[in-house]
């Protein structure tokens, strides 16, 4: 059985919202993964089947992976078409936050949607959710913030609303989430509401085709590359760093979306536990941090990367050279060292 998990008011509340509007915007984290852009998309079409001007706004664009995902197209994009995203969320009047806790993360989408009156509904399932939100359905525990839609669709008894459109979304967040059931998906109710969403006829190989297993071959390329002549290892701490700088990314003719899921791949190596993915942009250094067990990357992440994110999968920004960057890696490595010896 799946259990409803939200408390009755707080569902309550969510359908007197819906009920009493028209104009409603959804939107998602920055660089949008297959959780955001599903669970976006897959609540989006249940509110257009239920008569609303429902539109999904998000801060930049979607990468070319994901492009497949039916609704995609209609999705508005701040950074290509400011006036539309911006009169999109003055006209909202009532805006759903998905997959994100702060509108930090949202760069100026979040300015944006803090100047607007409309309440906002946070469904997420990220630690620590700012405290911005009218109704926060925020479930740290939860594998997906399309396992989170769906139960909050489930709960207003609004399941007959998924279709196999809005079906494909949610497995879609669901599976990408999870490394295709793999990780974060202890709860066996997940499995029931995976039986439901196939029961809508989804063609869940295409979608794990099409969202896990598709690459360009300069993609391919370049992860051969950073894993061959870039992974460097340190068996001591049992860490594993890549490093890639803009030349090395431009050589590989790298869009957005070329290094999801490369960070992961070191972890596979036994005695390695920690990961740590360093990618030149023009401004700063994106982050990306995996662990296995109790070592946890998220405080590490906001501690010297400016960032922060789960227990074993975190994110963050140094601002400063790509040099710099690792460096600032060396300097954790020690100040670990130390506190070790400490104790
Ligand atoms: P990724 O390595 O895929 O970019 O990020 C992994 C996870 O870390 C994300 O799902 C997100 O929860 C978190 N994360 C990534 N970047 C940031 C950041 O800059 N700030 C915070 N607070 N979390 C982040
Ligand atoms: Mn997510």
């Not at 039986?195 to 071959?217: E, G, P």
Request: net charge negative; aromatic share 8%.
């Amino acid at each position: 059985m799946i259990r409803s998990i939200i408390p009755d008011d707080v569902i309550k509340r969510v359908r007197s919202l819906i009920n009493g509007v028209r104009d409603i915007v959804i939107t998602c984290h920055l660089s949008p993964d297959g959780d955001a852009v599903g669970s976006t998309l897959g609540l989006c079409h249940v509110l257009r089947r239920l008569g609303k001007n429902a539109n999904v706004v998000t801060a930049d664009m979607v990468p070319r992976s994901l492009h497949f995902v039916p609704g995609v197209r209609d999705i508005t994009v701040m950074s290509i078409n400011e006036s539309l995203a911006r009169r999109l969320v003055s006209e909202a009047q009532l805006i759903f936050c998905l997959d994100f806790n702060t509108m930090s993360r949202i760069d100026k989408l979040g300015e944006c949607i803090e100047g607007s009156r409309a309440p906002r509904v946070l469904i997420d399932h990220h630690l620590d959710p700012d405290n911005q939100f009218d109704v926060m359905i925020s479930y740290p525990e939860a594998s997906s913030t399309a396992e989170l839609v769906f139960r909050v669709l489930m709960q207003l008894r609004m399941l007959n609303m998924v279709d196999k459109v809005a079906a494909q979304c949610l497995y879609l967040g669901l599976m990408t989430d999870t490394g295709n059931f793999t990780f974060g998906c202890e709860n066996p109710e997940l499995y029931e509401i995976q039986a439901v969403l196939m029961r809508r006829r989804i063609d869940k190989q295409w979608l794990y085709n099409m969202a896990m297993n598709t690459f360009s071959a300069d993609c391919l390329r370049l992860r051969g590359y950073a894993l061959n002549e870039k992974m460097v290892l340190d068996m001591d701490h049992g860490v594993s760093l890549i490093t890639l700088s803009l030349d090395e990314l431009r050589q590989f003719n790298y869009r957005k979306g070329d290094t999801e899921g490369l960070v992961n791949v070191p972890l596979a190596i036994p005695g390695i536990y920690w990961s740590v993915f360093l990618r030149q942009e023009e401004d700063r250094v994106r982050v990306s941090c995996r662990s296995i067990g109790n070592f946890t990357v998220n405080d590490i992440c906001a501690r010297y990367f400016n960032g922060g994110g789960h227990a074993n999968a975190a994110g963050g920004d140094y601002y400063g050279t790509l040099d710099g960057a690792v460096e600032q890696f060396h300097r954790i490595l020690k100040e670990l060292d130390e506190n070790n010896n400490d104790n």
